[in-house]
């Protein structure tokens, strides 16, 4: 079955750095889009980035355009995204998602906490 488990999260100053990962499993990774979200108190869940099935494209969330970089490791079957130059209004629990066939699958999450 479809397993999507992230890691990485924690605490972190703001200006600070984190770098998330989400190891998958269960389908052909390599062939699939795969994007991050997240979703911070009373908030909506919202997309941060993602990227293509080769990794040759990217797109992110306007308010993450500069500081976050998505990337992925095909043999590994992991994506990665590297937070730099983190604020408070980052502080969320962070997705992986794939969308594969006519399912959405999500991880667990990881709770990302950016604060002084």
């Known amino acids: 079955q479809v397993q999507l488990v992230e890691s990485g999260g924690g605490l972190v100053q703001p200006g600070g750095s984190l770098r998330l990962s989400c190891a998958a499993s269960?389908?052909?990774?390599?062939?699939?889009?795969m994007r991050w979200y997240r979703q911070a108190p009373g908030k909506e869940r919202e997309l941060v980035a993602a990227i293509t099935s080769a990794g040759g494209s990217t797109n992110y969330g306007d308010s993450m355009k500069g500081r976050f970089t998505i990337s992925r490791d095909n043999v590994k079957n992991t994506v990665y995204l590297q937070m730099n130059s983190l604020k408070p209004e980052d502080t969320a629990v962070y997705y992986c998602n794939a969308a594969v066939g006519p399912y959405n699958y999500w991880g667990q999450g990881t709770q990302v906490t950016v604060s002084s």
């Open positions: 269960g389908f052909t990774f390599s062939s699939y889009v």
